[in-house]
């Protein structure tokens, strides 16, 4: 009777509330693990996450105040701001719970202008990679800050110099592509020594040379490492005595402008122009900067940004006493075959620039013209077109198995003094450091000479002539 009722007793239907509790527990212990996933999870992930720097302004003076924004932190990591390891005087930081955090301070004017790396310094959080060692703990993360130099405390700054005259449009050739940056690794550079002049620049025949501050981005191009090996060695265009290395030879060379790849305000090399500036006014010479508006060749910028662009360029350097006046823009208008890219820029100069346009065929008949004309083709030896005579040591890029053209230093020297008889307003030496292209006149172990400057740069110094 007992094992009967019991078992009656026992499959009998459940209350309604126990059934509910029941189901209530069930759906609690399915759900659980959903609501803790969040909680387990994303701190892990702001932990194992690689931290990261950004820098604003990402090129400033001493005194100047900068912000420097953390990202991808273990939550809540406390820490110190350094300029080159060493975090004397500079904030401490804390990590939200995001892994985020943002300080704010002055540059301490003990900083030299040149490249700088500013690291975020702390314990290192469990399950992180190691970092560099400091005194102070491991760095986390860094991130790279220009330092440049007023103009107005700029030593031995030379005399800006005096408008070329605008000369007149001639006939037409081919044009040659360029490559464009790729990443690549920083070799630390030495730099010779030579003597730097102080005279003023002149006017009239201006020799000038394409300039590119986009190292150590580009030793490779499409992946496969330049050919030629640099006097510098594979140099990153941030380190002051590699700057003042390339000043104090196209001083040398006689070239007189630095016509400066130019690829926006946004660009990572915008940074690099002020210490290029900075120096030829610290070292007293009559070099000058220009600009070469890469943005033309590789898009369709509009009227209106093209004004940003030249305003941008004329309040930040047009009154640095190293840029050419009035501020000289060549323009890489490689894709444009119409009269239509020459409108485009007479309407869009709101400042009075000289602007310097890439030939085209039929050219010579547009209504709009502007100051100057060129050819950028390193592929042909001499270019004499429009209001500039262009001369190559040779071509071969990176990625391709043959050169374009071979480089053949008595043949340069011809080359130089066919430039310097034509009597042109622009002479231009194309390039002075496109390695990726295999155009570069800057010295290199394939062509060493006595000087130490190197065969291609001897020959401009001596204008072509024998020695």
């Keep these: 009777m007992t094992s009967s009722s019991d078992h009656r007793a026992s499959s009998r239907p459940a209350t309604p509330s126990r059934t509910l509790a029941r189901l209530l527990g069930d759906w609690a212990a399915t759900l659980l693990p959903f609501l803790l996933f969040p909680l387990l999870i994303l701190p892990l992930a702001a932990q194992t996450s690689a931290p990261s720097l950004s820098i604003s302004p990402s090129t400033a003076l001493t005194g100047q105040r900068i912000t420097v924004v953390g990202r991808g932190f273990a939550p809540r990591q406390n820490g110190v701001i350094a300029v080159d390891i060493h975090s004397a005087g500079l904030p401490t930081f804390r990590a939200d719970k995001s892994g985020s955090f943002s300080v704010a301070f002055a540059l301490p004017s003990s900083i030299r202008p040149g490249s700088h790396q500013i690291d975020a310094i702390g314990s290192a959080p469990r399950n992180s ?126 070239i007189q402008v630095a016509i400066v790849s130019w690829w926006g305000s946004t660009s990572p090399y915008d940074g690099r122009v002020r210490l290029l500036l900075d120096r030829i006014a610290a070292l007293g010479s009559p070099l000058r900067v220009a600009f070469y508006y890469e943005k033309e060749g590789f898009g369709n910028p509009s009227q209106a940004q093209i004004s940003a662009d030249l305003s941008y360029l004329q309040a930040t350097y047009g009154a640095h006493p190293s840029t050419r006046r009035p501020l000289t823009v060549f323009v890489y208008n490689a894709d444009d075959t119409t009269c239509a890219v020459a409108d485009k820029w007479k309407a869009a100069n709101v400042v009075g620039a000289y602007i310097d346009l890439k030939v085209f065929s039929g050219y010579a008949s547009c209504a709009s013209q502007p100051q100057g004309w060129h050819q950028y083709g390193p592929a042909s030896r001499e270019q004499n077109i429009g209001t500039a005579f262009a001369i190559s040591p040779g071509f071969w890029r990176a990625d391709e198995g043959t050169a374009r053209l071979a480089r053949d230093a008595a043949t340069f020297n011809a080359n130089v003094r066919d430039m310097v008889a034509s009597g042109k307003p622009w002479q231009l030496v194309t390039t002075f450091n496109e390695w990726g292209e295999g155009t570069a006149v800057e010295g290199a172990a394939e062509w060493k000479s006595a000087s130490g400057f190197g065969a291609y740069l001897d020959a401009l110094h001596r204008d072509g002539l024998s020695p």
């Design 129 to 254: 990679l190691k970092g560099s060692r400091s005194s102070s703990g491991v760095v986390l993360a860094s991130s790279t800050l220009i330092v440049g130099m007023p103009a107005s405390t700029s030593p031995s700054a030379s005399q800006p110099p005096s408008t070329t005259p605008a000369p007149t449009p001639a006939a037409t050739a081919a044009a040659t592509p360029k490559s464009t940056p790729l990443p690549s690794a920083t070799v630390t550079p030495t730099a010779p020594t030579t003597p730097a002049p102080s005279a003023p620049q002149p006017v009239g025949h201006v020799r000038a040379a394409f300039y590119y501050p986009w190292f150590p981005e580009t030793w490779t191009v499409a992946g496969s490492h330049v050919f030629y090996m640099p006097d510098l060695g594979y140099y990153d265009s941030r380190v002051q005595s590699t700057i003042d290395a390339q000043i104090r030879a196209m001083d040398y060379a006689k």
